[in-house]
């Protein structure tokens, strides 16, 4: 070990500079009342002078609290995670907490080492965009304490509260805009990934068709990527020569629905119209500028931390699921 290590200084180096108990210097270091101001002084005067720091895992056992919070969503790629993250990271920290932020990648075993991680650290709470597959996993760290804000899927169970966008409304207002516009040879592109959570858009897409007594439009699976929207575009076009409208399970895959079109020659929207969803930054810079439903991510930040808040300060309860509303936003694509 080199002449320039220092041993790090413990509470109880702090309590004989002062010459109070160790307990005392707790006390003031966790801002607790009962404490003269002339002590509190001095006691942060040492833990200045020795430099000291307080170890946060023994004080979150101690007080239940870490002051942190936990972030878990999926694709980073994807730009609205991101645009999520940083609402929520904005809130988080003006209700005095840190946020860690993780991507599971739709790998519901890395998530669970996410999970593993975030307990073993006694964070407040989690806020998860689940990975495919992963409720049982989800509702067993729940029980185990762990208080988490599920995004875009339900679990009843204690310590878990649920936040959703209506999904099912923002596909009936998109597809409702495509029928009313006249088209009628409507495919989707839905997500690869088989999950109940993004099944939903595919199970409400049918259903439109279903109300409207009218056969619904096919349907190709592909990543939820710029390529897998360009690559589901072709297999539409392969499968339905006439066809004259897309949606898209989001926007990255509507962008590269508009390239493959566009590169085969078809006109967007006069031949084919192209809606989206989610309405990222991107939408509107593409050419022509992108129709979509609009998820607001300000007020997902906002209810999320709400949720998490809610959680933390009533452990055990089972709020109810709170669902948000979406809307259309026409432009030129359509």
């Known amino acids: 070990m080199g002449d320039d290590w220092v041993k790090e200084a413990t509470l109880d180096d702090v309590a004989r500079r002062v010459g109070v108990s160790p307990r005392t210097v707790s006390r003031v270091v966790n801002n607790e009342r009962g404490i003269s101001e002339a002590t509190r002084q ?58 860690f932020f993780a991507s599971h990648r739709n790998d519901p075993k890395r998530q669970a080492e996410m999970l593993e991680s975030l307990w073993s650290y006694a964070v407040d709470g989690a806020i998860v965009f689940p990975a495919p597959g992963s409720i049982k996993q989800l509702r067993d760290y729940a029980r185990r304490g762990l208080r988490i804000v599920v995004v875009d899927d339900f679990i009843r169970s204690p310590n878990v509260a649920c936040v959703q966008f209506d999904l099912e409304a923002g596909v009936h207002l998109g597809v409702r805009h495509l029928l009313e516009g006249g088209r009628r040879k409507i495919g989707m592109i839905a997500s690869a990934a088989s ?27 592909a990543p939820t990527t710029v390529s897998g929207g360009a690559a589901g575009a072709n297999e539409l076009l392969g499968l339905e020569s006439d066809l004259d409208a897309i949606f898209t399970y989001n926007d990255l895959m509507a962008i590269g629905a508009i390239r493959a079109v566009q590169a085969l020659g078809h006109r967007v929207p006069e031949d084919i119209a ?61």
Do not use: C, Q
């Not at 993004?198 to 699976?221: H, L, M, N, Q, Y």
């Open 42 to 99: 001095r006691v942060l005067a040492a833990v200045e002078e020795l430099n000291y720091r307080p170890n946060m895992m023994a004080r979150a056992l101690m007080t239940k609290r870490s002051r942190t919070v936990g972030l878990v969503g999926g694709e980073m790629t994807d730009p609205f995670f991101p645009a999520v993250a940083e609402a929520v990271e904005h809130r988080a920290w003006e209700s005095g907490r840190i946020m």
């Open 195 to 221: 999950s109940r959570r993004r099944r939903r858009r595919e199970r409400s897409f049918r259903t439109v068709f279903d109300d409207a007594g009218i056969k619904p439009g096919t349907v190709v699976r």
């Open 274 to 334: 192209i809606i989206g969803f989610d309405d990222i930054e991107m939408s509107t810079f593409v050419t022509p500028a992108l129709t979509t439903i609009r998820l607001d991510r300000s007020l997902l930040g906002n209810e999320v931390t709400h949720a998490l808040h809610n959680l933390i300060d009533a452990p055990g309860g089972t709020p109810e699921s709170a669902v948000l509303p979406v809307e259309l936003v026409v432009r030129e694509s359509t």
